[in-house]
């Protein structure tokens, strides 16, 4: 007994050593992706992203009616033609299909890295009127609710509104 007894002491003394006395953390969240799709800039770095993704596909739509027109061509003079210039012109199909797909796996990789490069500065502005608006509430921390619902929360913790006016968003 006086052993679980100092225990208890030890313990008891541990958990009001490393407790502090008044600190209390705010929580407070936010729709993190909500509020970037409400800041004009995404609406101008979409309009750059697709424009710059139909350039992509403008080129592979140039590159897939060269190959459909070849392939018609083929089609229609194949009885006519030499072996050699059919095997020519199969060559040329083929060699323009695989142009076709390294267009469609660098046009890819371009436009997601471009996404990426116009989002940066966008993501930055927004977590910096986050951060200003949870010092200006007194928030300690904030969770970003993009991908999951809160089930338990007041509305007064929801930095949605103190953030869009941070950034002057309507």
């Known amino acids: 007994m006086k052993h679980f007894l100092r225990i208890f002491c030890v313990f008891s003394t541990l958990l009001c050593a490393f407790h502090p006395a008044n600190a209390q953390s705010k929580v407070g969240y936010i729709n993190f992706e909500q509020l970037v799709t409400l800041m004009p800039e995404s609406a101008a770095a979409s309009t750059q992203l697709e424009a710059y993704r139909k350039s992509f596909n403008d080129q592979a739509s140039t590159i897939a009616a060269d190959i459909e027109s070849k ?78 619902d809160v089930i338990v929360g007041s509305p007064n913790d929801n930095l949605l509104s103190a953030t869009k006016a941070k950034l002057g968003i309507q």
């Open 71 to 148: 392939s018609n061509i083929l089609q229609q003079s194949r009885s006519t033609m030499s072996d050699e210039a059919r095997m020519a012109s199969e060559q040329q199909i083929q060699i323009l299909s695989q142009q076709l797909q390294q267009l469609q796996s660098t046009a890819q990789q371009s436009v997601r890295a471009k996404a990426d490069e116009l989002r940066a500065p966008i993501v930055a502005k927004a977590k910096a009127a986050i951060a200003a608006a949870a010092a200006d509430g007194g928030y300690t921390l904030v969770l970003n609710i993009s991908e999951n």
